[in-house]
């Protein structure tokens, strides 16, 4: 079974803040990584995607990917509060098809 | 409007009722996707589709049918609804060039079987 596990929350942060969102994954094949936000009663969209070790900025957005450690994390610096939404990650074991963590919900306190 | 979309939004049914979720995308994308999203287990994969008439099982595809005859649509079939099969259905494709992985989602059927 491929798993991606992340820890459900809710993550408060205070407004200016850095959040960290963490994510596990099972299979060491995966090749390709991903984080997706999922808006309260939207569909996810995609923020984020790294494939090789280490950091990848964009923005006030930051991935990070250890393969060795199979983590993938995703920073937002100065957070605001329309950044609080649940954070998906996902992990791409083969193909097109996309293996999803159950999300970890980010409040974002003014 | 170009992109994808699902019907119906909304949907209460019956246990043992048949339901149909349509999928339709004008993208022309060659991959299309059925997940369904619960509480505390995240997005998974119902089935998937590479092509036209190109479809294989994701990680829970019991009970549900599938079908591709054009590449734009994508049903997604209950043949006879369960409690279990409560949950918000998101339709997804990607364009199988580029980006593996970057999906564009529909905005969701949520389905109710009581």
């Known amino acids: 079974q491929k798993e991606v596990e992340q820890n459900s929350g809710p993550l408060s942060v205070p407004e200016g803040a850095i959040a960290s969102l963490n994510c596990t994954y099972s299979d060491r094949g995966s090749q390709s990584f991903f984080w997706y936000r999922q808006y309260s009663g939207k569909s996810p969209e995609l923020i984020m995607f790294i494939y090789s070790n280490g950091d990848k900025e964009d923005g006030r957005f930051t991935a990070q990917l250890n393969k060795a450690s199979q983590y993938v994390s995703l920073l937002i610096r100065d957070s605001q509060p329309s950044d609080s939404a649940t954070y998906l990650c996902?992990?791409?074991?083969?193909?097109?098809?996309?293996?999803f963590g159950a999300g970890t919900i980010l409040r974002v306190k003014s | 409007d170009a992109g994808i979309t699902q019907s119906p939004r909304y949907k209460i049914t019956e246990t043992g009722r048949q339901v149909t979720l349509m999928c339709h995308q004008t993208w022309s994308h060659s991959y299309m996707f059925w997940y369904r999203q619960d509480l505390g287990h995240g997005l998974r994969l119902i089935y998937y589709s590479a092509a036209a008439d190109i479809t294989d099982k994701g990680e829970v595809p019991d009970g549900y049918v599938v079908s591709r005859s054009k590449t734009e649509n994508f049903p997604l079939t209950l043949e006879s609804a369960t409690r279990s099969q409560t949950s918000v259905y998101f339709c997804?494709?990607?364009?199988?060039?580029?980006?593996?992985?970057?999906?564009?989602f529909g905005e969701g059927s949520r389905l109710t079987v009581l």
């Open positions: 997804a494709s990607s364009p199988g060039q580029g980006l593996p992985g970057e999906l564009f």
């Open positions: 996902a992990v791409n074991p083969d193909g097109n098809k996309l293996v």
